[in-house]
């Protein structure tokens, strides 16, 4: 009874919440179940009925980040064309978005050099970057894009934009303050600059 009580008090989604904002504060290194426990008030024993170690439960959150950043990737795919972007631009201002707007979560999924979690992230970046290029590609094959056999072209766009990401929110600078910057990055990472010229 009393272990069914902690399950409905303490959820596993509220756990992730209190560890995922005490790795990015502290670091992975610098926390234990026991300080997350305390930061929740409840008994590290409370987590391992969730979680078995500190690492599960850091998995678990890279996951579900991972799969919101996956999810709004697909539903460009799915939605209609803005004006004045081409689908692949929408998905890279999609991602720098999801990336400005959620500094912690991007630093744990992409930044985070610790090699004891390292293993954790690279299978999810990896699965990631696998989404970004299949929407990527998808769209040069039905554009019949020159750069659609250009292995290397869904790569190098990926990484222009993770650059982006990367020295904006060093200074923790929202999206709609630097919208214009971001348009014009994807703007030049877009394939429409590759077209070929009769």
Do not use: W
Not at 21 to 44: A, E, V
Not at 142 to 148: A, F, I, N
């Amino acid at each position: 009874m009393a272990r069914r009580a902690v399950e409905q008090e303490l959820s596993r989604e509220r756990i992730m919440d209190a560890a995922r904002h005490l790795f990015i504060t502290k670091g992975y290194r610098g926390i234990s179940m026991r300080s997350i426990g305390q930061h929740l008030g409840y008994s590290h024993g409370s987590l391992y009925y969730h979680f078995k170690e500190k690492a599960e439960l850091f998995y678990a959150i890279v996951v579900q980040d991972f799969n919101h950043l996956n999810q709004l990737c697909t539903q460009v795919a799915k939605s209609p064309p803005m004006d004045g972007l081409t689908k692949i631009e929408q998905l890279m201002l999609e991602f720098i978005k999801f990336g400005l707007e959620h500094p912690h979560q991007y630093e744990i999924m992409f930044m985070l050099r610790d090699e004891e979690i390292l293993a954790y992230c690279r299978s999810e970046q990896a699965k990631c970057f696998e989404i970004f290029e299949s929407i990527v590609r998808k769209f040069l094959r039905q554009e019949r894009h020159p750069m659609e056999d250009n292995s290397a072209f869904p790569l190098s766009m990926f990484l222009g934009v993770h650059g982006f990401i990367s020295f904006y929110i060093q200074d923790r600078l929202t999206y709609e303050e630097v919208m214009p910057a971001a348009i014009a990055h994807v703007k030049m990472l877009s394939p429409s600059n590759y077209r070929l010229t009769s």
